[in-house]
């Protein structure tokens, strides 16, 4: 039996408001460029409010990076676009992620079907990233907390990505990539940190190529041993 629709209901008010708010974040994101079908569809169906401190909610829709507990910072969604877009995941392909922080790019990177190892430095960001996985649904994805860059014997990787920026590539996660396998990062250097991707050739030679000016924080090495 269908009962009549009820237009004064808060809770219709309510659904009819995040539906718009979720079309505009995805026209804004088109509207800069972001044409991926797949990666769109990914950040229409991951809420990023979800991910977002408290105080913060009425801004997780807009195209501003955040700030997170430990003095770290939840990036843009440009930004992490950008940076999945260059990544070039596929389905079933095993993720290296560096830098958990909210677990919000965790989320992206299991929605586009990727299984995903996230590590992350500070134990905080580490426990509060699972609980919001949890609450999305996340399977496919594992978060850890340690040194990132820390050498992982008889691993290996299809993508790895580093949410900050380097002086460098480490060749510690270089020496995790099979022939075809793909760094995405970001470098520093004069002004703004530079998108840097880094493929290793199946003859097992690396490939360097820069993109465009990132506003990434500095990813630094080692686990916390507070927080």
Known sequence: MNFPFDADDPAHDDAEDEAVGVASFILSLRARGIRDIALLRAMELVPREVFAPRRFTDLSRTDVALPLPCGQTMTAPRTVATML?????????????????????????????AEVVSV?????LAESALQHLKIVEVANARIETGDGLATRPR????????????????????????????????????????????????????RQEFGANLRLSSLLPGAATTL
Do not use: H
């Open 85 to 113: 877009l260059a990544l070039g995941i596929q389905p079933g392909q095993r993720v290296l992620e560096i830098g958990t922080g909210s677990g919000y790019v965790t989320a992206l990177l299991a929605r586009l079907g």
């Open 120 to 124: 992350e430095r500070f134990n905080t």
């Open 155 to 206: 691993e290996r990787f299809d993508r790895i990505l580093l949410n900050g920026a380097f002086a460098d590539v480490p060749a510690s996660l270089l020496s995790l990539l099979g022939p075809g396998g793909r760094v995405v990062g970001a470098l520093t250097g004069e002004g703004l940190p530079r998108l840097v991707k880094v493929d290793r050739l199946e003859d097992g030679e690396f």
